[in-house]
DNA sequence: CGACCCCTTGATTAGCCTCAACAACCGTGG
DNA sequence: CCACGGTTGTTGAGGCTAATCAAGGGGTCG
């Protein structure tokens, strides 16, 4: 399944939860409504701020956003890319305050609601709050993925993971072409990596010398992914989640 | 509240659940069911492997222990310490297989417990679900600041945000003392932060120097705490839970 | 058309790693 | 109780990766 919901202006979320499980008419009917309401935003705009606290989450329903935090030393480091389907603002869930920022980084259209809306779901659909809490374990494992990547291997290594988790999620929402176009400015992937930009352009350089990558513009394809794979160790933590042990649907 | 299951017999869980909510009656009961069985390890044993399939989870009730990642060059990456009333195996809930392997790092006591057992709590204990939810989100927060550190912060630095940040979760757990005995070797300190253990010598010998900590053999005490936290800009992430948003209790 | 952003490239520097040697400590077994 | 081997901590010298500094070119948007 590949659902898009800015295909079928139905839920992005369901569409996306649908990979991983059948959703019963009740459950389908419970993410729908949270995406009643839209709200679009401009490529650039902060769609929220760190330390700011907030009521609501967001659905993405279409573009590219990531979330990051602004260091002491006016750094930034890019904790997360946000693509449709996804969850965004889930940080203040767990202080009342958002951990980090986000800001679009294309054009973008976002459903916004209530963190009752999530109590509800706690409390009538125990079999998607599990799926949304395998979804967060995943995130923290991919998160973890890119701990070790940061912290253990070379610049080239962990370019080599973003491209390959981008491409990876690309596929499961189902624009997943050969090849793509990749909004993020250099810097962005620097931030994301923890690298400079300057460092960002000579390994993407190399990468496309050596033919792992074929760049046009902002376009990219990867040509040699079974190489990159096997450079950056990418596991794709989002492939195929468990759900064996979930509770039955309400 | 700074319950300890191990000075109780009580759930360790319960415990740490209630510095965040009042438990009801059968919350509690709920929890205790998690702990009924009871496994010793030794210091230095693997608990769990990376790329196993789990049908457990564990509650941490003594000891300490922590997840790490092995990469293709040999390096490690531990990825989060843990102690008394944490959960362990969590990282299979998502997939199946574990993510990270689990070694003790001193003699620990854990309690196994399936995971239909979890199933259970998301149906019938929404808002034990949204707290442990919530705390999963919270572990996400704290490990993208530990991302952020370790991508865009000096050596002296990631010490220090790993010092902070291990003195702040023994205060939780209630063993907080000004001075802590420090199990790990500078070469997990190393694979914690993305150093060398080399270098974390060095490192550690200047914030002794500069008088920030004081050691006396694996006894470490926090002198310049504000000092500390002003430096690696540590924020406690699991001092508080917003639980405004729960569902009520079943 | 101009201003700005982004990409690109070169030269130099700095922070951390690697290698190496030794000292201190610990648990173990005799 | 002591001797021993292995692990951990400490320190120095030198090397390498990625950062910093700097400058120019191309594209895009107003």
Redesign the pocket.
Known sequence: MSVQGDLLGGSCLAGRLSHYLALTQSEQEALDQLEQHERNVKR?AVVLREHDSSRELFVVRKGWLYSFMLLGNG?RQITRLHFPGDLIGVSSLASGRLAESVVAVTDAVLSPFGKDKLAALFRLHPRLSALIFSLAVAERVAMADRLASIGR??????IALLLCEIFARMKIIGTGRESLH?P???????DAT????????????GLANDGLIE?R??MVRLIGEDRLVAESAFVDRFARIDSSWFPDPA
Chains 1, 2 share one sequence.
């Not at 291997?153 to 962990?158: D, G, H, L, P």
């Not at 993020?184 to 620097?190: N, P, V």
């Not at 400079?196 to 350089?205: E, K, L, P, S």
């Open positions: 650039g750094s291997t070379s610049a080239r290594a962990r990749l993020l400015t250099q810097e962005d992937i620097g923890g690298l400079t930009a300057v460092h960002v352009n000579r390994m993407m350089r760049r513009g902002s």
